[in-house]
């Protein structure tokens, strides 16, 4: 499909681990972004991966990527109440115009106490 | 501190009328967004400027216009050709540098746009 695709809801227990899935549209994309946005605010850059790594680890965020299939996550460790948001995934395009970015609809990730 | 500033926050918008969003930015950034986001359609580009005095149309530019007069600033303007504009706007930057370089996009805070 030409969409980034992202499941829309996700829901965890407060302590556990979440994972957030994301498949892109185009296998030489370059830079792939996860964002988060709270509540009636703008999109955080929350991290990002290079399309010649396989797996980056930031604190409590790893993102695996896996070229073949086009597939990223993200895995929020210790997941808190103060991780809930909504959570975009990113991919960006070689090529002229590679400044744009494509979005996927976002997941929201509800975090229970 | 360096960052992107929209503003108003919240904005009415009567039958008829046009309304112009502001963006500031003082990253040195190239590059500006406007995006707008509606519930459970992720976001959509409305217009990009890669450099000063020049913009392209995004996916959804109708009922639209912008300007790019100093680097600094993306204002956009809702006319009243735009039949649904009540979403929330957001406008981002990021730096053009080659292809195979990481500029990500930085965000504003949104403006939040309504009709009366």
């Known amino acids: 499909g030409e969409d980034v695709e992202q499941s829309l809801f996700l829901s965890v227990r407060e302590g556990d681990s979440s994972v957030i899935n994301c498949t892109y549209t185009?296998?030489?994309?370059?830079?792939l972004y996860w964002y988060k946005q709270e509540p009636g605010a703008g999109l955080q850059l929350l991290t990002y991966?290079?399309?010649?790594?396989d797996m980056k680890q930031d604190q409590r965020l790893t993102v695996l990527l896996n070229k073949k299939d086009k597939h990223l996550s993200l895995r929020i460790a210790d997941t808190q109440t103060g991780d809930s948001a909504i959570y975009f995934c990113a991919e960006r395009l070689p090529g002229a115009g590679s400044y744009q970015l494509t979005f996927g609809k976002g997941t929201k990730l509800s975090v229970i106490p | 501190d360096g960052g992107i500033t929209q503003s108003p926050k919240y904005l009415f918008r009567k039958e008829g009328q046009n309304v112009t969003l502001s963006c500031e930015q003082n990253?040195?950034?190239?590059?500006m967004y406007w995006y707008r986001q509606d519930p459970g359609q992720g976001l959509r580009l409305i217009y990009y400027s890669q450099i000063v005095n020049d913009f392209q149309k995004g996916d959804i530019a109708e009922g639209y216009s912008v300007s790019r007069e100093k680097k600094e600033s993306f204002p956009l303007t809702v006319t009243s050709a735009q039949k649904n504009p009540t979403a929330f706007y957001l406008c981002?930057?990021?730096?053009?540098?080659?292809?195979?370089?990481?500029?990500?996009?930085?965000f504003g805070d949104g403006t939040r746009l309504s009709i009366l």
């Open positions: 991966i290079f399309s010649n790594m």
């Open positions: 981002a930057s990021s730096m053009s540098l080659g292809t195979y370089s990481n500029q990500p996009q930085h």
């Open positions: 185009d296998s030489s994309s370059t830079y």
């Open positions: 990253l040195n950034h190239d590059a």
